[in-house]
């Protein structure tokens, strides 16, 4: 176990964590029950809309300035041939999200949500977790740091997405070691490998967690062995949008992984998530299943890019229209229910 | 069985369905294979797509005009206690839409979609289908032509809802009448009926359906007897559109009874037609089943006036985004999958 100040420093944050609002809470249900329309019949957008009361601490909950943060890393065992496409897609994407040519532009334009890429250093991958920590403490926590900044020039609505080739590996390592299992359970086609591209991922999950199979009870020494620049900064960033009273919405299969880090040191640290969707990657409707998120979402997308926690934040604005927006059964002079 | 005219020119519309446009679909699935991700890394999105491109007929699936239509009916049978709210609640509703106090208001605003409501005489409701049709056949044909009228100012995505205190139970009584079972597998609680208006319910679909009996092998009769203005103005909406190839998303329970009735007459009628969502009402999901159409979302609501669809329709605007708006691989020099 290491016991460097660095990790000291992200451990302490766990002791302070904001707590539900239930104030909020309760005003958001009294006004839902008040608004045109028999009780419960939005079904899970009234859940959303009391889920962003509670965690923005506001009886009237704002979606003004949702934003979709792109962590972008590079992965050493990238190498090792787990991944459909090359890392020098990594670069290209970046420049996609630049130009506004890649689907999360197109998300975030029909949706009129904000769009931040964070480029982790994808000229200097990390090392290759079937040889080595993908990190060093030291880097591990200033990344988990830089992820913090995700939210620095405000949000409402954080919507967290990933890029980076190769890395639903170590995603898929991040949850062996965390649930038990045999690597095969954990691991998917990423962006579409052949039969043999599945066999050298399993193969490389199962070398990564015999190498650092001592050092695996502590969730942030699985995150800085087995994982990876983008699910660090995503990890701080889960952090820094709770103290900060930032509701959260989760992409897919990579993007849940830091969530499952910081769940796992403490199942309350996530308790402001949301799962924007259930992804066709992998085993990701299990992981859900593991941190208690019922996805919002259901189609079936596996790109990353943070695709399916903006298309969810689409639902959540609707959710907040209907829940600001409508008229009570006295303003509107409906009759109400009779029994 | 009734051979009058009016049926007759209704029945005569399903001889003259517009086809599945293969080469737009082809046209569109050539492009999606170009765009900057993994082949089907979009999912449902993809099919969204495609689906559109083939029901529009063109290569470039377009919606720049999105259009709600929902139709206010009044029932007879609403006087049997089958809803837990008065008919009262029909005209304050109507005047709801028009205040822009309602959900579906909201939902329009959030995702730029054109509102139309069309009271179907809601001051004039049909007869009690316990006790008698529900409507004249020339009646049930005009009013099933008045629907056609949705898209007449041009819509290039039709969303379709409801409203209509009492009209789960017609709606359940189609669905018993069609698929067969006891009345009680297709009844819900509607806007929230308890123990005893449910047992009210069901035994007004089986009133209903013991006096029609003899008269229900024909769908539209169905519709006629059983159903309500609301339902045969859907009914007709829906084959508008398909006459102008303008892609339908269906609400809820009650909206997808209108599908449900021309899938009766004629499978291929209702396959420009996409489930815009799977409702928490009755057997929802067993009728879309039925109809072999898959939700786009399950978001557990139970409202109607188009909610679920135009919350879908939000879904179907994104798609195409990525669709039109996403770079190839040759325009954005990324380079493409190795193996």
């Keep these: 176990m290491h016991t460097g100040l660095p990790f000291d420093d992200i451990r302490a944050l766990f002791l302070h964590l904001p707590e539900p609002d239930g104030n909020a809470a309760l005003a958001a249900a009294e006004r839902e029950n008040q608004l045109i329309k028999p009780r419960g019949a939005l079904g899970r957008l009234e ?6 009361a509670t965690w923005q601490g506001k009886a009237r909950p704002i979606v003004n300035r ?10 050493g065992v990238a190498a090792k041939g787990v991944s459909a496409y090359p890392s020098e897609v990594n670069a290209a994407m970046l420049a996609s999200f630049s130009a506004g040519h890649a689907a999360i532009n197109q998300i975030c334009k029909t949706f009129d949500l904000g769009l931040k890429v964070f480029d982790l250093a994808i000229a200097m991958p ?28 405000g949000t409402d609505l954080l919507c967290l997405g990933e890029m980076g080739i190769g890395n639903t590996t170590p995603a898929a390592a991040i949850y062996a070691a965390l649930y038990g299992g045999p690597a095969v359970d954990w691991v998917g086609r990423g962006t579409g490998v052949d039969d043999a591209g599945h ?34 900064a995503m990890a701080g960033a889960i952090l820094a949008a709770r103290m900060e009273r930032v509701p959260v919405i989760l992409d897919g299969y990579v993007a849940t992984a830091a969530a499952a880090v910081l769940h796992a040191v403490n199942p309350l640290s996530t308790a402001h998530c949301l799962a924007g969707h259930c992804s066709a990657e992998g085993a990701h409707a299990r992981v859900l299943d593991k941190l ?19 298309l969810a934040a689409g639902i959540v604005k609707a959710a907040l229209a209907c829940h600001n927006g409508m008229a009570t059964f006295a303003e509107a002079a409906v009759p109400e229910k009779r029994n």
């Design 47 to 52: 859940a959303i809309s009391a889920h962003i």
């Design 126 to 153: 990390t090392a290759d977790i079937t040889e080595a920590a993908a990190l060093e403490e030291a880097a591990c926590a200033a990344t988990i740091g830089f992820g913090m900044e995700a939210i620095a020039n």
């Design 66 to 75: 949702p934003l979709v943060a792109i962590f972008a890393g590079s992965h």
């Design 199 to 232: 066999a050298r991922k399993v193969a490389a999950v199962e070398q990564a967690l015999a190498l650092h199979r001592d050092h695996l009870r502590d969730p942030l020494e699985v995150l800085r062995r087995l994982g990876g620049r983008e699910i660090a």
């Design 292 to 310: 208690g998120l019922a996805p919002i979402l259901d189609l079936g997308l596996r790109l990353g890019e943070g695709s399916g926690a903006a």
